[in-house]
């Protein structure tokens, strides 16, 4: 059975920096690309950094320089570093394959307010 567990995430002020992690288990991880999503209420689901079998990483626009997506192959986890948050950073955050599995996780709320 997957799973796809998100935790790190809370209330920062603006500029502020998290650290989000997601654990997951019941499904091939080291071969396979990995990305960070995150949605707002209202929005569709946006993929805002992946990470390659090999490491190799993409952002999207709006966090590029800011935040950084690495793995951990032998704990099946991924991580997001957020450095410099922004207001519109402001949503609930995912992980799930760059290809997503239909499963997603209940996610970890970012907020980003004064």
């Known amino acids: 059975q997957v799973q796809l567990v998100e935790s790190g995430g809370g209330l920062v002020q603006p500029g502020g920096s998290l650290r989000l992690s997601c654990a997951t288990s019941g499904t091939i991880f080291s071969f396979l690309p990995w990305g960070w999503y995150r949605q707002d209420p209202g929005k569709q689901r946006e993929l805002v950094a992946s990470?390659?079998?090999?490491?190799?990483?993409n952002y999207a626009d709006s966090v590029k320089g800011r935040f950084t997506i690495s793995r951990d192959n032998a704990k099946k986890m991924v991580y997001l570093q957020m450095n410099s948050l922004k207001f519109e950073d402001t949503a609930v955050y995912y992980c799930n394959r760059y290809s997503p599995l239909n499963t997603w996780g209940q996610g970890t709320q970012v907020t980003v307010s004064s």
């Open positions: 990470i390659s079998s090999g490491g190799n990483t």
